[in-house]
């Protein structure tokens, strides 16, 4: 079975600062790994996702990840905050193991990111 | 690329109504899509897994004769919710994958509204 934990329901930073959101997984197979944005009253937007391969990954709006297996974590970073990053962030594994629940999504708790000027 | 296209946006009716939301995805043809219920500050539950042309599996837990789902064409999945009562408002979000690979990320579209009187 597979599980997210995303440490931190909030995260404030300041406009230009360093964002970091955490998100461990359990899996029982290679993990699949996906972050995804909301903003309000929308749906959720992939911003990169981990599959094999390089595991620093990099996604859109200037956000990557890194893949640690020793850690099991996929941390989402992105250098510089900006004030259009505010918004709710998901981190989800990718169900596996054949049966009823291949290709399901399981997602972590969320984080709201605030921004401030 | 992949994008999935949702409607209505928001609903509100009395109680009592039945209820019917649009999944379509607009450049991809989706084998499966998934219907998902997010509470205010929680994150997304899964409640159902539509596949074309066959019967849609259900999570642990979801009414399948108050939750119908028709996923009649590759490109278009409707989840209607019948008799509709103040507990079931919520946002209802979909999303849509080329195939149930792992690999392959889930694309969300832009949820529902529902708000029932």
């Known amino acids: 079975a597979q599980s997210v934990t995303q440490l931190g329901s909030h995260v404030s930073v300041s406009e230009g600062a360093l964002v970091l959101l955490r998100c461990n997984y359990s899996?029982?197979?290679?993990?699949?790994l996906f972050w995804y944005v909301q903003y309000p009253n929308q749906g959720l937007q992939l911003l990169l996702k981990y599959t094999t391969g390089a595991t620093l990954v990099k996604g859109i709006n200037g956000f990557e990840a890194e893949f640690k297996k020793s850690e099991t974590s996929f941390h989402l970073t992105k250098p510089s905050a900006h004030m259009s990053d505010a918004a709710e962030y998901f981190c989800a594994v990718r169900r596996g193991a054949g049966g009823t629940s291949y290709g399901k999504l399981t997602f972590g708790q969320g984080t709201i990111l605030t921004v401030h000027p | 690329g992949a994008v999935v296209s949702q409607h209505p946006s928001w609903v509100i009716c009395k109680s009592g109504t039945s209820v019917k939301i649009e999944c379509r995805s607009l450049d991809f043809q989706a084998t499966t899509m998934f219907w998902y219920r997010q509470f205010p500050k929680q994150s997304l539950m899964l409640m159902a897994t539509?596949?074309?042309?066959?019967?849609?599996?259900?999570e642990q837990g979801v009414e399948k004769d108050k939750f119908l789902i028709n996923h009649a064409s590759l490109t278009l999945s409707t989840l209607t919710v019948t008799s509709a009562h103040p507990e079931d408002s919520s946002f209802y979000i979909c999303?849509?994958?080329?195939?149930?690979?792992?690999?392959?990320?889930?694309?969300f579209g832009d949820g529902t509204r529902l708000s029932i009187l």
């Open positions: 899996s029982s197979v290679p993990p699949y």
């Open positions: 539509s596949n074309e042309g066959s019967k849609a599996t259900y």
């Open positions: 999303s849509a994958s080329l195939w149930t690979a792992r690999n392959q990320p889930q694309h």
